[in-house]
Nanobody, 115 residues
Framework: VQLQASGGGLVQAGGSLRLSCAAP???????????LGWFRQAPDKQRELVAT???????NYADSVKGRFTISRDNSRKKVYLQMSSLEPEDTAVYYC???????WGQGTQVTVSS
């Protein structure tokens, strides 16, 4: 299963971006019970978990993004979102969405934050 992320771009420090992730048709029938997550991988660093959201919309965040990022989901549209605010250059990375625990990785979306 590969979820496809989109919505990345170039933004100045302090700015905002909203990432979206669409579920493939192969999992739309089982989407609602899934725990979903956003992950990111910066250059020369390991991929890390950014945020997760359960089927009951319980959320969890990495300490580095708490208070700045918000994960949400729309079960009717089979989508998950990541609203990012107060972006910092350290947030520069390729962002991926996946189930948690993660399955196969889909194409990520590049987020670049300039200082």
């Amino acid at each position: 299963v590969q979820l496809q992320a989109s919505g990345g771009g170039l933004v100045q420090a302090g700015g905002s971006l909203r990432l979206s992730c669409a579920a493939p048709r192969s999992i739309t029938s089982v989407f609602n019970p899934l725990t979903l997550g956003w992950f990111r991988q910066a250059p020369d660093k390991q991929r890390e978990l950014v945020a997760t959201i359960t089927s009951t919309r319980t959320t969890n965040y990495a300490d580095s993004v708490k208070g700045r990022f918000t994960i949400s989901r729309d079960n009717s549209r089979k989508k998950v979102y990541l609203q990012m605010s107060s972006l910092e250059p350290e947030d520069t990375a390729v962002y991926y969405c996946n189930t948690d625990p993660p399955g196969h990785w889909g194409q990520g979306t590049q987020v670049t934050v300039s200082s």
